[in-house]
């Protein structure tokens, strides 16, 4: 069963691969719609549940969005807000990021697809896609402030 993967993980910090957009994704799609719903996500990537494909789900207007290969093609705006991730639990920081971005990919059935996104689904879009490139929301954050997450993350889930 593909299951939540929690960090330190190391399939968390890897780039992953474009897929065939053709190719039979629903199993992957369905289990990671699955787990977001368990934990009441806004989005979810596929190396989250240890598939280093380029793929994920992202909850928008109550329909999951799901893409293949996506990307982010056009940014603007800025806003901070807090924000969690299902794979650092009980872990929130203040992350700036684009208020608004158009997201271009496709669907698992091939067909490309852009999407202009605003406020909490703009965040989620970038925030899975940079689950797609190895990045995690610690790593917006200031190398002094990244330590004293770490050390405290470490210390509450009792590996050091």
């Known amino acids: 069963m593909l299951n939540l993967r929690i960090y330190p993980d190391p399939v968390l910090r890897q780039k992953c691969e474009e897929v065939n ?9 369905e289990r990671m719609e699955e787990i977001m719903k368990e934990k009441e996500g806004v989005g979810f990537s596929a190396p989250q549940i240890g598939i280093l494909k380029r793929l994920i789900v992202v909850k928008m207007n109550d329909e999951f969005v ?15 807000c807090e ?19 158009k997201v271009r990919g496709f669907t698992p059935e091939g067909v490309e697809r852009e999407i202009i996104a ?3 689904p703009a ?14 929301i610690i790593d917006h954050i200031p190398a002094e402030e990244k ?10 889930a009792g590996t050091i």
């Not at 639990?89 to 203040?94: M, S």
């Not at 330590?147 to 509450?156: E, G, V």
């Open 21 to 29: 957009p053709t190719d039979n994704l629903n199993l992957i799609f």
């Open 66 to 80: 799901r893409l293949v290969n996506p990307e982010i093609i056009e940014g603007e705006g800025e806003e901070v």
């Open 83 to 101: 924000e969690g991730c299902l794979s650092l639990p009980d872990v929130y920081l203040e992350i700036k990021r684009y208020q608004r971005v």
């Open 118 to 120: 605003e406020g909490l």
């Open 123 to 136: 965040r989620a879009f970038q925030h899975e896609i940079d689950h797609l490139n190895g990045i995690l």
């Open 147 to 156: 330590i004293d997450i770490l050390m405290t993350y470490k210390y509450k």
